[in-house]
């Protein structure tokens, strides 16, 4: 039980579907994180949020939507996707913010 | 500009022996932390052990330790006695420590550690 849960585990999309991912976790943290890992390349920070406020956009497509309607919950809208944009999602949570330590088991996403 | 080096994309070690995993970063702050986490194939990322800048001494926790040579900027991970189970994908990390910054953790491209039986 790695206390941050995602679902779903696997998604496959086209690329005009709508999807979300979404990631909850009941650890008291205040501070969560989208991070994209894609194959070959380092973990790639997404967005963060810190008590519910975005403190962080790092260049993301507006394709990708985040959303965090309270500090346990956080979810990631997808639209319009590109097959590059197939990789493993990976949510993490911290009680402060800029150091993460507990991720979620991720979502492998493919964009058809 | 903050940067985490791994140079072994790969390695193979016996069971029951010690194995040392390569970090490098770069960072002109003063203070910052490091960081190595575990990923297993089933893909959760599980954070191993934390070392400060300022710590004087390596960290430990378990099996795991971080050979910390701040002058060299290294930040290897040693875990001692492998076990099957430590058969996983390694990253290495490293985060500012001011709390004031809303700033990011970066990531290696990480070392995949296969452990024979």
């Known amino acids: 039980e790695t206390g941050v849960t995602q679902t779903p585990r696997h998604l496959v999309m086209g690329m005009t579907n709508k999807k979300s991912l979404k990631c909850e976790q009941h650890l008291g943290h205040n501070a969560m994180y989208w991070y994209k890992q894609s194959a070959k390349k380092p973990l790639e920070l997404m967005f963060v949020?810190?008590?519910?406020?975005?403190?962080e956009n790092n260049s993301v497509p507006s394709r990708f939507s985040p959303e965090c309607p309270n500090s346990s919950h956080l979810f990631l809208h997808l639209h319009t996707l590109q097959p590059e944009d197939s990789a493993l999602y990976l949510c993490a949570s911290s009680q402060v913010l800029a150091v993460p330590k507990i991720f979620g088991p991720g979502t492998r996403l493919t964009v058809l | 500009a903050q940067k985490i080096t791994q140079t072994q994309p790969g390695m193979f070690v016996q069971e029951k022996e010690a194995v040392t995993l390569d970090c490098t970063y770069d960072t002109s702050d003063q203070s910052y932390g490091l960081f190595w986490y575990k990923q297993p194939s089933s893909g959760e990322m599980i954070f191993l052990i934390y070392?400060?800048?300022?710590?004087?001494q390596n960290a430990t926790e378990g099996r795991y330790s971080l050979n910390f040579q701040k002058a060299r900027k290294s930040a290897n991970l040693v875990i001692s006695a492998s076990q099957l189970g430590d058969s996983a994908m390694y990253f290495c990390?490293?985060?500012?420590?001011?709390?004031?910054?809303?700033?990011?953790?970066?990531f290696g491209k990480g070392t995949r550690l296969h452990i024979l039986p």
């Open positions: 949020y810190n008590f519910k406020e975005q403190t």
């Open positions: 990390a490293m985060s500012p420590t001011l709390m004031n910054r809303d700033d990011k953790i970066i």
């Open positions: 070392q400060g800048s300022y710590d004087e």
